[in-house]
Structures are given as structure tokens and as C-alpha cells.
């Protein structure tokens, strides 16, 4: 009850208060604001109460403020970074860079400079060495190139590649069509085809259309407006450092093209693809003067094509002529392939022959292989190769080599002892007993005579007329060996052609006259594959290194 008086009593003193102090206030205000003594009063301070909802929300505004201003500020520094940093960065570089722009399929041999071992991946943009060995890429856009060392090159798109030295070939689906290849001075562009590129240090280029077509162009063509040339299959075009071109004629061994190279890389579990990487090099040998693989596409216009890589075009077997000689039947290779050797019958005077085979009177060495497979039912002399002037009248007209299986009803017992089996034979001058002719045969190193039990038999012949010896192999060992102490300077001139299967001097004579005449003796009976003649003599490594690379199985016949 007191506190309650007291509170009345504390406030009634302040309303009194106030009350003076206002009409003080207004007296002073009305006499200009002069105050004299008389009229000073005891002066209270004033309490002002703000309600706190106020002050939260004030607080509130200041936070707000000062957020706005550090995010501002925020913004401003990082702009100013971002900015310094594009003002520093190298503006010739691709933002794509490090994409991925073609896969590494396969690789035979391979080693990289500026790749991880192991990636498979090849971004766009980055320089690349292929130090050793061949590879095969897959670009995103679906063209197949094959690279072989020592090639540096620069993927700069999904369908286009910066060739600055080295080997390429491109297999270009319709996909992919439009893809390129620039050279320091060319740019090659694609019309859906096979081509291949060889880019030389120097500043030289070379471009070879194997199939379909390309556009040749310079690299600032786009910015010249200069129209490309058109080059087709077949064709090549060499340009030198300066960009003047010459158009030739494609070399397909100059590269590696994706069927050699997918036997390069099946080499090691397949026969057939060891023997095609083998031939493929054997072809880009200098001293070959002709191969016939017997291949179908490796036939047309009555001939099997020679594919020497120093003589294609020349030296292709006739496969008969209806009159002296009909034509051998497509056979089973030993590989197993339809179609891909040759199968003589003795009874019909198959044989083949080339009628523009140079005069090997010229060379001072030879050497001669083939693959051969003997039917059961053959002749007592079956030939497998011969270059043989026989003119019928004597011995002083018959000169020149064969290669030949006998049996034992055709030996000869004379000074050179037995010939049964395999055997070589040479004369220069047509006398058969003096030292300028001899013979080579198979037995007795051999362990007996060629038979039709033998299956498929791989035999070289080599004449080294400078060295004085010739030798005679079967399946990669030398089974004979003639050190001639008189071996002529040069191999007997002979004006016949090379015959596979028969007797050269026959074929001046009508078929006719051969049906049931004692010279089908000479005539082959069985297969041969893979006739290769060399202008040089083959090391006895180099022979059994050929025997290796095709040797498959043997598969002996039913009698």
C-alpha cells in the first residue's frame, strides 16, 4: 500500500515538471530565448524508450549493408583475377585440347614418345612420335590409318591429321568422307578412298591413290581460293619443298596397307598370315625378278600377274595357249584356301609360261623357289620350272636349267650317279659329261627320294656362277652342294621362255601332236604355289627363313 502511494506521489512530481518545463519553453521561445535568473529551473534528463523489435531490425539492415558491400567487393576481385588470367594464357591454345580424338586399336612392335604407356587414347592438339614399329588408329569420324615409324604427327580434329614426317595410310569409309592429311607444303583431302602419304623432312610429300579418289590442295588453299586437283586410283603425285607438283604412277609397296599390316599383327598365331606378311617384304626385295602367288586376284586376261615390286607389269604366265599348252586348274593351296595354287595334269599338257622372260645369259646369278605338291599318279620326269633350248637334233642343241622330280624308273646311272627325286640340272654348252654340266638331287642326304608321300615340299635352287657353286634345298636344308671348278661367267643365254609345269622346247609343237607322245613325260602332275626367281643367291638364312615363314602342316594324300 506505501509503494503504491509512493508511485503516485513520484508521478504526479513528474507531470508537475513537465508542465513547467513546457511553459518555460514557451515564454523563452516567445522572448527570443533569453532566460534570466529569476526564472532558472532544476532541469531532469529526458529518458526515451525504444521498443527492441526496433533494434533488432536495425541490427538487421547494418548486416544486410555490410553483405551487399563484401559480396560487391568479392565480385570485383575475382573479375579482375579471372581477367589477368585470360590476359596471360597462350592464345594459340585450343580450348578442345586434351580431347579425345582417335583410339589406338593395335600396334605391332610400337613405341611412343609423348604418349603414357599403355594409353590407348590420343587427344586432339598434342604432337606424337611413333619411334619404332607400325600402329593402327581408329578416328572418332571412322577413317583407319596406319602409321609406320618413324613418323611424328598431330591429331587436329576428328577427321583431319598433321603429317609432319613419316609414313601414313588411310582407309577412309563413306562415314568419314572429307577427311585430311596436311603436309608442311600439301593438303589432301578425301573423296571416300585408300590412300597413302609419305612426308619427308625436307618439306618433300608424296601421296599414292590406291582406291577411289582424293583432292590435292595447298595448305592455305581455303584462304587463297585456289581450286585442288583431283588425283584417282592409281595415281600419284610427288610435290617438292617449294609445292611444284609431278604426277606418277602409285607404288603400293612404298607402304604398309591394312591387309599387311592385319598379317603383321597375326603373324605369330597364324600360318597363312606369317606367309603373306613374308611375301609382302619378299615383294619390296630389289633382286626379285618375279613372284606368282597364284592368288584370284592376283589373275586376269589369261595370265597370273607377276608382283615383283621391281617388275610388276612385266613378266606375267600365260596359263596355256591352246595349242602346245592348256591351261592348269585353281586349286587348294597348303594353307587350306580354295582357289589360290595350281593343279597340273601331265596327261594334258598343263603348263604355264612367260613369253617375255629376259635373257638370263646376262645374270651371274640365280636362284629359283617354289612350292609343290606331287600326285601319286605322275609322270617318271614331272618338271617344275625349266628354261630349256632342245632343238632335237643333239646334245650341242640342248642347253639351259630345269628343276625337275624323277622316279626310280628314270634314273640316270651315269657319271653323275642316280637323279631319282628332286633334282637340278644345268648345261651351257649341251655337252652332258664335261664340267660344265651338272647335276643336284635330293638322295641320299636327303633320307631318300621326293615322293607324292611328302605332301606339300618347299625347294630353292641357287646358281652363284662368280662364287663357283650351286646348291640345291628342300625344306630349308641343303641336301647338295656342287663346287664346279668350271662354272661359266654367266648363266647359258637361252632364247625360250620360262615354263612352270613343262618343257620350254615344246612349245612350238602343236597339242595335238603331244596327246599320247612320249614328251608328256615332262609335263608336271600335281600343285605348285608360290614361284619366286631372284637376279641374286639367297643365303642358306634367307632360305630357311622362307621355309619357316610358309611352312604349315603337311597333309598327305590318299593314293
Given at each position: 500500500?506505501?509503494?503504491?502511494?509512493?508511485?503516485?506521489k513520484r508521478?504526479?512530481?513528474?507531470?508537475?515538471?513537465?508542465?513547467?518545463?513546457?511553459?518555460?519553453?514557451?515564454?523563452d521561445?516567445?522572448?527570443?530565448?533569453?532566460?534570466?535568473?529569476?526564472?532558472?529551473?532544476?532541469?531532469?534528463?529526458?529518458?526515451?524508450?525504444?521498443?527492441r523489435?526496433?533494434?533488432?531490425l536495425?541490427?538487421?539492415?547494418?548486416?544486410?549493408?555490410?553483405?551487399?558491400?563484401?559480396?560487391?567487393?568479392?565480385?570485383?576481385?575475382?573479375?579482375?583475377?579471372?581477367?589477368?588470367?585470360?590476359?596471360?594464357?597462350?592464345?594459340?591454345?585450343?580450348?578442345?585440347?586434351?580431347?579425345?580424338?582417335?583410339?589406338?586399336?593395335?600396334?605391332?612392335?610400337?613405341q611412343?614418345?609423348?604418349?603414357?604407356?599403355?594409353?590407348?587414347?590420343?587427344?586432339?592438339?598434342?604432337?606424337?612420335?611413333?619411334?619404332?614399329?607400325?600402329?593402327?588408329?581408329?578416328?572418332?569420324?571412322?577413317?583407319?590409318?596406319?602409321?609406320?615409324?618413324?613418323?611424328?604427327f598431330?591429331?587436329?580434329?576428328?577427321?583431319a591429321?598433321?603429317?609432319?614426317?613419316?609414313?601414313?595410310?588411310a582407309?577412309?569409309?563413306?562415314?568419314?568422307?572429307?577427311?585430311?592429311?596436311?603436309?608442311?607444303n600439301?593438303?589432301i583431302?578425301?573423296?571416300?578412298?585408300e590412300?597413302?602419304?609419305?612426308?619427308?623432312p625436307?618439306?618433300?610429300?608424296?601421296a599414292?591413290?590406291?582406291?577411289?579418289?582424293?583432292?590435292?590442295?595447298?595448305?592455305?588453299?581455303?584462304?587463297?581460293?585456289?581450286?585442288?586437283?583431283?588425283?584417282?586410283?592409281g595415281?600419284?603425285?610427288?610435290?617438292?619443298?617449294?609445292?611444284?607438283?609431278?604426277?606418277?604412277?602409285?607404288?603400293?609397296?612404298?607402304?604398309?596397307?591394312l591387309?599387311?599390316?592385319?598379317?603383321?599383327?597375326?603373324?605369330?598365331?597364324?600360318?597363312?598370315?606369317?606367309?603373306?606378311?613374308?611375301?609382302?617384304?619378299?615383294?619390296?626385295?630389289?633382286?626379285?625378278?618375279?613372284?606368282?602367288?597364284?592368288?584370284?586376284?592376283d589373275?586376269?586376261?589369261?595370265?597370273?600377274?607377276?608382283?615383283?615390286?621391281?617388275?610388276?607389269?612385266?613378266?606375267?604366265?600365260?596359263?596355256?595357249?591352246?595349242?602346245?599348252?592348256?591351261?592348269?586348274?585353281?586349286?587348294?593351296?597348303?594353307?587350306?584356301?580354295?582357289?589360290?595354287?595350281?593343279?597340273?595334269?601331265?596327261?594334258?599338257?598343263?603348263?604355264?609360261?612367260?613369253?617375255d622372260?629376259?635373257?638370263?645369259?646376262?645374270?651371274?646369278?640365280?636362284?629359283?623357289?617354289?612350292?609343290?605338291?606331287?600326285?601319286?599318279?605322275?609322270?617318271?620326269?614331272?618338271?617344275?620350272?625349266?628354261?630349256?633350248?632342245?632343238?632335237?637334233?643333239?646334245?650341242?642343241g640342248?642347253?639351259?636349267?630345269?628343276?625337275?622330280?624323277?622316279?626310280?624308273?628314270?634314273?640316270?646311272?651315269?657319271?653323275?650317279?642316280?637323279?631319282?627325286?628332286?633334282?637340278?640340272?644345268?648345261?651351257?654348252?649341251?655337252?652332258?659329261?664335261?664340267?660344265?654340266?651338272?647335276?643336284?638331287?635330293?638322295?641320299?642326304?636327303?633320307?631318300?627320294?621326293?615322293?607324292?608321300?611328302?605332301?606339300?615340299?618347299?625347294?630353292?635352287?641357287?646358281?652363284?656362277?662368280?662364287?663357283?657353286?650351286?646348291?640345291?634345298?628342300?625344306?630349308g636344308?641343303?641336301?647338295?652342294?656342287?663346287?664346279?671348278?668350271?662354272?661359266?661367267?654367266?648363266?647359258?643365254?637361252?632364247?625360250?621362255?620360262?615354263?612352270?609345269?613343262?618343257?620350254?622346247?615344246?612349245?612350238?609343237?602343236?597339242?595335238?601332236?603331244l596327246?599320247g607322245?612320249?614328251?608328256?613325260?615332262?609335263?608336271?602332275?600335281?600343285?605348285?604355289?608360290?614361284?619366286?626367281?631372284?637376279?641374286?643367291?639367297?643365303?642358306?638364312?634367307?632360305?630357311?627363313?622362307?621355309?619357316?615363314?610358309?611352312?604349315?602342316?603337311?597333309?598327305?594324300?590318299?593314293?
Amino acid at each position: 500500500m506505501a509503494e503504491s502511494v509512493a508511485n503516485k506521489k513520484r508521478a504526479l512530481q513528474e507531470s508537475q515538471t513537465t508542465q513547467a518545463l513546457s511553459s518555460t519553453s514557451s515564454a523563452d521561445l516567445g522572448r527570443g530565448g533569453d532566460v534570466g535568473p529569476a526564472h532558472d529551473v532544476k532541469r531532469e534528463p529526458t529518458v526515451i524508450v525504444i521498443p527492441r523489435v526496433f533494434v533488432y531490425l536495425a541490427a538487421a539492415a547494418c548486416l544486410a549493408l555490410v553483405a551487399v558491400l563484401g559480396v560487391e567487393l568479392f565480385s570485383s576481385s575475382q573479375h579482375s583475377d579471372e581477367k589477368a588470367a585470360l590476359d596471360s594464357a597462350d592464345p594459340s591454345e585450343s580450348p578442345n585440347a586434351g580431347r579425345v580424338v582417335a583410339q589406338i586399336r593395335s600396334s605391332v612392335r610400337a613405341q611412343w614418345i609423348g604418349l603414357a604407356p599403355g594409353e590407348k587414347r590420343l587427344p586432339v592438339s598434342t604432337p606424337l612420335t611413333l619411334s619404332e614399329g607400325v600402329a593402327e588408329l581408329l578416328m572418332n569420324e571412322g577413317a583407319h590409318l596406319v602409321l609406320e615409324a618413324p613418323c611424328v604427327f598431330e591429331l587436329t580434329g576428328d577427321n583431319a591429321v598433321l603429317l609432319k614426317s613419316g609414313k601414313l595410310v588411310a582407309n577412309v569409309p563413306p562415314s568419314a568422307s572429307g577427311f585430311e592429311v596436311v603436309t608442311g607444303n600439301a593438303r589432301i583431302i578425301d573423296i571416300g578412298t585408300e590412300f597413302g602419304v609419305i612426308a619427308k623432312p625436307d618439306g618433300t610429300m608424296r601421296a599414292d591413290v590406291f582406291q577411289g579418289e582424293i583432292q590435292l590442295a595447298h595448305p592455305q588453299s581455303e584462304r587463297s581460293g585456289d581450286s585442288p586437283q583431283s588425283l584417282f586410283a592409281g595415281q600419284a603425285v610427288e610435290a617438292d619443298a617449294s609445292g611444284r607438283l609431278t604426277v606418277g604412277e602409285a607404288y603400293e609397296l612404298s607402304f604398309v596397307r591394312l591387309d599387311e599390316y592385319a598379317a603383321m599383327r597375326d603373324a605369330e598365331h597364324s600360318a597363312e598370315a606369317r606367309w603373306t606378311a613374308y611375301t609382302h617384304k619378299m615383294r619390296r626385295d630389289p633382286g626379285l625378278l618375279a613372284y606368282y602367288s597364284f592368288d584370284p586376284e592376283d589373275r586376269g586376261d589369261g595370265r597370273a600377274r607377276n608382283t615383283a615390286g621391281q617388275t610388276h607389269g612385266r613378266f606375267g604366265a600365260v596359263l596355256g595357249d591352246g595349242r602346245a599348252f592348256t591351261r592348269p586348274t585353281p586349286s587348294v593351296d597348303r594353307f587350306g584356301r580354295s582357289g589360290r595354287a595350281f593343279s597340273f595334269d601331265h596327261r594334258q599338257a598343263q603348263a604355264l609360261y612367260i613369253d617375255d622372260w629376259p635373257d638370263v645369259g646376262a645374270l651371274d646369278a640365280l636362284t629359283i623357289s617354289c612350292w609343290f605338291r606331287l600326285n601319286t599318279e605322275h609322270a617318271p620326269w614331272s618338271l617344275l620350272l625349266a628354261q630349256w633350248h632342245d632343238d632335237g637334233s643333239d646334245e650341242q642343241g640342248r642347253y639351259g636349267f630345269h628343276l625337275s622330280v624323277r622316279d626310280a624308273s628314270r634314273t640316270n646311272t651315269g657319271p653323275h650317279g642316280s637323279t631319282a627325286g628332286l633334282q637340278a640340272h644345268l648345261s651351257s654348252d649341251g655337252h652332258t659329261e664335261n664340267e660344265s654340266t651338272w647335276y643336284l638331287k635330293d638322295e641320299p642326304r636327303s633320307g631318300g627320294e621326293t615322293t607324292a608321300q611328302d605332301g606339300w615340299v618347299h625347294v630353292v635352287l641357287t646358281i652363284d656362277c662368280d662364287g663357283g657353286f650351286v646348291r640345291l634345298f628342300k625344306n630349308g636344308q641343303e641336301i647338295d652342294t656342287n663346287g664346279v671348278r668350271y662354272l661359266p661367267p654367266h648363266l647359258p643365254a637361252v632364247s625360250q621362255p620360262l615354263v612352270i609345269g613343262g618343257k620350254a622346247s615344246l612349245r612350238g609343237i602343236d597339242l595335238v601332236r603331244l596327246i599320247g607322245n612320249s614328251n608328256l613325260d615332262a609335263f608336271f602332275a600335281g600343285e605348285i604355289d608360290d614361284v619366286a626367281l631372284f637376279s641374286r643367291v639367297l643365303s642358306p638364312n634367307e632360305v630357311i627363313d622362307m621355309f619357316t615363314a610358309g611352312h604349315t602342316p603337311s597333309k598327305t594324300r590318299s593314293p
